[in-house]
């Protein structure tokens, strides 16, 4: 009797790892592939602004709205933050961490909605990706056209996630959006310290007091 019942929790665990397995498959199968999902996102904010008089006008609420919406969900800001900090980062206790993400994800939607402000008759090109399975980070590479002015060249450093792949830098003409604030970052901590480097990052983004947790 006993073996038996063995036998069956033992067939069931088998049959629910299998299942788990099989979940698991097929969401991976279904996973948006990096390029795809850059594309997207490119293609959806790109009609919305041509799309909406108030955005073209330079409606900053809407602007803002468009932003947290498309793009934002789409950004690893942990990892950003801490590319941006560099060696301080260490130094951070968990909660000023926490600050950190939230002061440096409301600066980075509030330099997206400026771009945004002034986007009119862009088109956008992507250079073909090849992405190995094993492959957990990978450049999606575009190339965007206006009227009368040199394509800029627009690099995503994207990482796989376990809610898909996710955006970690931006680099424009081969700039690095997030290590451009290295320096800054640098040099206000050496004079102020991290926590004079927080205030000043929260004063100049607006970025809310009340914090969620992020892992350190």
């Given amino acids: 009797m006993d073996r038996g019942v063995n036998v069956l929790r033992t067939s ?11 979940m698991a498959s097929l969401a ?8 795809a999902l850059i594309k997207r996102i490119t293609s959806e ?12 006008a330079g409606d900053a609420s809407k602007l803002g709205a468009l932003v947290e ?19 301080n980062w260490r130094r951070a206790t968990p909660e000023q961490k926490e600050r950190l993400v939230l002061a440096f994800r409301s600066l980075l939607l509030r330099t997206y909605s400026g771009a945004l402000a002034a986007a009119r008759d862009e088109t956008v090109e992507f250079v073909p990706l090849r992405v190995r399975p ?7 590479r575009s190339r965007v056209r206006q009227p009368g002015a040199e394509p800029v060249e627009i690099a995503y450093d994207m990482e796989r996630s376990s809610s898909g792949w996710k955006v970690f830098d931006v680099r424009v003409g081969g700039v690095s959006l997030v290590a451009t604030y290295r320096t800054s970052f640098a040099a206000q901590v ?20 009340k914090h969620v947790f992020v892992r350190s």
């Fill in 134 to 140: 094993g492959d957990d980070e990978v450049t999606v």
């Fill in 69 to 87: 919406r498309r793009i934002l969900p789409h950004f690893d800001f942990r990892r950003a933050t801490r590319i941006a900090l560099g060696l």
């Fill in 45 to 56: 904010v790109l009609a919305a602004v041509k799309s909406d008089k108030a955005i073209q």
């Fill in 190 to 209: 050496r004079a102020n310290g991290i926590e004079g480097l927080i205030l000043r990052l929260e004063r100049k983004s607006g970025a809310a007091t």
């Fill in 28 to 35: 991976l199968a279904q996973e948006a592939a990096p390029d």
């Fill in 12 to 22: 069931a665990t088998w049959l629910l790892a299998a299942a788990c397995a099989l």
